[in-house]
């Protein structure tokens, strides 16, 4: 099984919960195979810190944030990806 960028930030980067058992090897092929995500990987603690030092100094967030967000992501990750011999 192939991992999306998108996926693989919901269930290593970013997770809910703990990944299925079943996934890992998945999560664990795209993390190998893409400099992209692992970057993100490596760099998102430091870039969660910093949002939530900033919080006082932003408006609230309005309605449709995230799904703004997610679709931002995944326009830089197909814009990467098309640059890039790794497309997953």
Do not use: N
Request: charged fraction near 30%.
């Amino acid at each position: 099984m192939s991992l999306r960028h998108e996926e693989f930030f919901a269930l290593a980067i970013d997770p809910d919960e703990a990944p299925d058992p079943g996934l890992v090897p998945a999560i664990e092929e795209h993390r190998a195979s893409c400099a992209e995500c692992r970057e993100l990987e490596r760099d998102y603690a430091s870039l969660v810190k910093l949002a939530k030092s900033m919080w006082f100094r932003l408006p609230p967030v309005s309605p449709g944030h995230k799904e703004r967000v997610m679709a931002a992501a995944r326009e830089v990750f197909a814009q990467g990806s098309r640059g890039s011999s790794a497309t997953t």
